[in-house]
């Protein structure tokens, strides 16, 4: 069996491998050529293959698309745990806050924790209750935040100080907390 390439404007554009007669199998307008070693891709002339120069990556444009593909991949970790929205970050934290100083209030008015009051019969059947629902999903957020932050900025570290485009590749593969991947 043996493989040819159709030359179009002296590049390789196609391949073939036959055990027929190339010339019988084509019109005589296509150029066809033993491939040897060449591949599609390769330049064809005065009846010599060459291959074409090596791609040149731009380093830091590489690195810089990565390290924000690591932070919309972190993102979408931290969305599986979070309901996203700015809003919704500025509730968790002060929830979060109105927890804390529930904890250590000894007479709590729930005048003075709206968002905790809001989700009493909800969350919990009183302040207390609830309180504590907040600061054990805050607790576990602290968490997986900082297991997904550790690994965002980890990956981002590797990617700055990779030497090559095959090294920052493959450190903006994250294994993620808790996935795996």
């Known amino acids: 069996m043996a493989k040819f390439l159709r030359v179009e404007d002296g590049v390789a554009v196609e391949s073939i491998e036959t055990e027929g007669d190339i010339a019988e199998m084509f019109s005589p307008s296509l150029l066809w050529v033993a491939a040897g070693a060449a591949e599609v891709g390769w330049s064809y002339a005065d009846g010599a293959w060459t291959a074409p120069p090596p791609v040149v990556v731009d380093l830091v444009a590489l ?47 729930p005048a003075a924790y709206p968002l905790l009051a809001a ?16 600061t054990a999903n805050y607790t576990n957020w602290l968490v997986i935040g900082s297991a997904i932050e550790m690994a965002r900025l980890g990956a981002k570290r590797a990617i700055d100080e990779a ?12 294994s993620w907390p808790g996935t795996g991947s």
């Open 119 to 134: 989700e009493v019969g909800i969350t919990a059947e009183d302040l207390a209750g609830v309180a504590a629902v907040v």
């Open 63 to 109: 690195r810089l698309t990565l390290k924000g593909s690591v932070d919309t991949a972190a993102e979408r970790q931290r969305l599986k745990y979070i309901t996203a929205g700015a809003g919704q970050a500025m509730t968790y934290q002060v929830k979060a806050d109105e927890a804390r100083r529930f904890a250590l209030d000894t007479s709590p008015d």
């Open 163 to 174: 030497a090559t485009a095959e090294d920052a590749r493959a450190a903006a593969e994250v």
